[in-house]
């Protein structure tokens, strides 16, 4: 007879991020078009999972007939009927400018219809600060969870773009209780040369940090990606800083490395990528058709956390 006992499985990184969500008070979360099943019921299981109480923007009748034709429960969440997709971003945003809601999280429209209301210059949700993109990745065998920025808004960040989209994700890391961040600016190789100018942008955000431009991280660059995260490839490289090897935030040149940095990490190393956008005046969740269930309730983990830090008036800016 044997004397093993069973094992209880170790919480993954989204959930360690979860149950931190669950233990602060429910963000209440504009949701702009939540036509679709998918959509419907990634809000639906937030809710049920005590991350979010949502505020349903849209159709009104097509938000009740998605739920009935696949079976969930729309309890006694508030629905804000509004015509149409456009209508509902735009009601969606109004409401948040209103103070109604702590989140916006992105339903079946397209992410450029949301985005757009969100930047209109009048009447949208913009700061001092620029508006930039985080993947949340748990990634299968790494130690520690991974940001990847910007992967999603802009596209080809210029210096001082830059140096928000390393602040942002440095607040949000900070917010969600992770501690003090190590902050990778990657690059294609880890030396400063004018032949690959984002080498240069590397080295000048670090001296942006040393003298006090960026606040909350630790910072080095340029790295390439495999001196960044694996403490091997820094050792051979002769690197010995606090973040080579491990680095913890990974700020990518471009829009086009990072999401490609992104979705190989997804489709070969089977990662979970949940995405959360900063910079407006309140977090924004936003979610594909082909996440989890795991990076829908990770997306707006993350968001809440983010959400309490604020209300709790910790310094940082969204």
Known sequence: MSDATPTTPEPTKYDRLIAAAQKVPCAVTIVAHPCDETSL?????????????????GPEAKIRNVAAENSLDLKAHEIVDAPHSHAAAAKAVALVREGKGELLMKGSLHTDELMREVTASTTGLRTERRISHVFVMDVPGHPETLFITDAAINIFPDLDVKRDIVQNAI??????GLGE??????SAVETVTTKIPSTI??????????RGQITGGLLDGP???DNAIS??????KGLTSPVAGRAQILVVPDLEAGNMLAKNLTFLSHADA?????GARVPIVLTSRADSVRSRLASCAV?????????QAIPVVA
């Open 181 to 186: 961040p190590r902050v990778a600016i990657v």
């Open 41 to 57: 019921r990634g809000v639906l299981e937030a809710a049920e999972n005590g991350l979010i109480v949502p505020v349903l923007v």
């Open 274 to 278: 949940a995405g959360i956008v900063l």
């Open 231 to 236: 403490p091997e490839a820094a050792r051979i």
């Open 201 to 210: 942008e590397a080295a000048a955000l670090c001296k942006m940090a040393e």
């Open 223 to 225: 790295l390439a990606f």
């Open 171 to 176: 607040d949000l890391w900070v917010s969600v």
């Open 303 to 311: 968001a809440t956390l983010y959400a309490t830090a604020r209300r």
